[in-house]
């Protein structure tokens, strides 16, 4: 069985090569998914060099933040957030990147503690139209992007989804090349956006190769959840 910074190391290097193939010499980041892990399971990936992580639920992300508070660990939100978890996450996580209405950009603006750097903010987009996802649809995101824009607690850095399902490996390419015609329209408009969030662990080298600039990774880091 690997260490864990073997299997870091691995997906790492994973990436390194894709950003390479895509012509990407500015590498992409890697988040690393830590949704039902442990606080112990992160701190291991930590000390083998891992800084940013990703969590589902506020709750289980505010747990694990205080109980790693040492580590100066980056926090990221990727699961929906509810309305009345928006303060909490405001004041807690570093980026949310589940933004999909505009109810929550003034609640996040609202919260996000004074004495921190504006909040890191991605506009969650549903972008294959599924009934069962989060998200704004594609038309919504210059609207949304602007609200995020014009709230001073709030940093617009760009955009993230989670494509449908697909074994067709043509369609899961179809998805990402649409995301990041999205995201070139929304930096043209927008300066400092910088981020596309698409790609996890069964295709992340998919997402970097059609544009992806960060990608989440649980399984092929933690392993199969029990």
Not at 53 to 74: D, I, P, S, T
Not at 128 to 140: H, I, L, T, V, Y
Request: glycine share 8%; hydrophobic share 45%.
């Amino acid at each position: 069985m690997e260490k864990p910074h073997q299997t870091l190391h691995g997906v790492l290097q994973t990436i390194e090569n894709a950003a390479k193939l895509a012509g990407r010499p500015d590498g992409v980041k890697l988040l690393a998914v830590s949704k039902t892990r442990s606080a112990a399971e992160v701190a291991v990936l930590a000390a083998a060099g891992q800084r940013a992580f990703g969590e589902n639920y506020v709750q289980e992300g505010l747990a694990k933040a205080r109980e790693l508070a040492g580590l100066g660990l980056e926090w990221h939100l990727i699961g929906h957030l509810q309305s009345n978890k928006a303060r909490e996450a405001a004041q807690a996580f570093d980026w949310v990147q589940s933004v999909d209405r505009a109810k929550l950009v003034k609640a996040l603006d609202q919260a996000r503690p004074a004495d921190r750097p504006p909040l890191n903010v991605l506009i969650q987009v549903n972008i294959d139209d599924e009934a069962s996802k989060s998200g704004c649809a594609p038309a919504e995101v210059p609207a949304l992007a602007g609200a995020v824009a014009a709230a001073p607690r709030l940093r617009l850095r760009g955009l993230m989804a989670i494509p449908a399902p697909a074994p067709d490996e043509a369609a899961r390419r179809d998805a990402f090349r649409r995301l990041r015609q999205l995201y070139d329209q929304l930096a043209a408009s927008h300066p400092g956006v910088d981020t596309l969030s698409m790609g996890m662990s069964d295709d992340y080298p998919l997402a970097i190769a059609e544009g992806a600039t960060l990608v989440r990774i649980g399984t092929a880091l933690f392993g199969p959840r029990g």
